[in-house]
């Protein structure tokens, strides 16, 4: 089972607006395995490539998250605006994702991990942008964290904290955390954490 290339024409772009991200359409014509094809109009936001990373302190079992505020969760009938999340921003261009890693986490935990080992990678939402997200787990001193991070030029403000890695994950069993990419990042913790160790010694080693 894996994903692979479609039989499309694709024509485009148009663009629709330019906002915070660009918004462009396309027209395209799918074929189908059975000979038919289908014609589609398809609007999408240009998301690109970013980063997310779960700051993790192996010495006393803690995960790193932040809380910021987001408009989306706002205005969801719960009211879920300040948002437990991880680490997670834009890869500039040019710029090398595992770098781009470490400049997130210094920006929005106020802490630099002193290794990062990649986890996962995923496309959040593909029927509305083509963001790509690439997941690393950050080693980093939890006892080192600021109040307050974020890079204040894009008028960004975190708070970051830390919690129990066992805490962590039963907030996301009973549902009081709803972003996508700490469920993921958390899940995959929970699914690798007996050989976490194991991982983190072989990087520091191909580091070395």
Do not use: K
């Amino acid at each position: 089972m894996e994903d692979r290339p479609a039989r499309v024409d694709v024509e485009g772009p148009e663009l629709l607006a330019e906002g915070f991200r660009p918004y462009e359409r396309y027209r395209l014509v799918l074929h189908h395995d059975d000979g038919t094809s289908d014609a589609q109009v398809r609007d999408i936001v240009r998301g690109g490539r970013v980063v997310g990373v779960l700051g993790y302190d192996p010495g006393r079992d803690l995960v790193v998250l932040i809380r910021q505020f987001r408009l989306t969760a706002h205005l969801l009938p719960e009211r879920r605006g300040e948002m437990v999340e991880i680490v997670a921003g834009l890869v500039e261009a040019g710029e090398d994702p595992e770098a781009a890693a470490v400049r997130e986490c210094i920006e929005e935990t106020g802490v630099e991990p002193r290794l990062v080992l990649p986890m996962l990678s995923f496309t959040p939402t593909p029927g509305v942008t083509d963001e790509f997200a690439l997941m690393y787990l950050g080693i980093l001193d939890a006892g080192a964290l600021p109040a307050r991070a974020g890079a204040r030029a894009e008028t960004e403000m975190t708070q970051p904290f830390a919690v129990p890695v066992d805490e962590a994950l039963a907030a996301i069993a009973q549902g009081r955390c709803i972003n996508g990419f700490l469920i993921l990042a958390l899940q995959w913790l929970a699914l690798n954490r007996a050989r976490l160790p194991q991982l983190i010694a072989a990087a520091q080693e191909e580091r070395s």
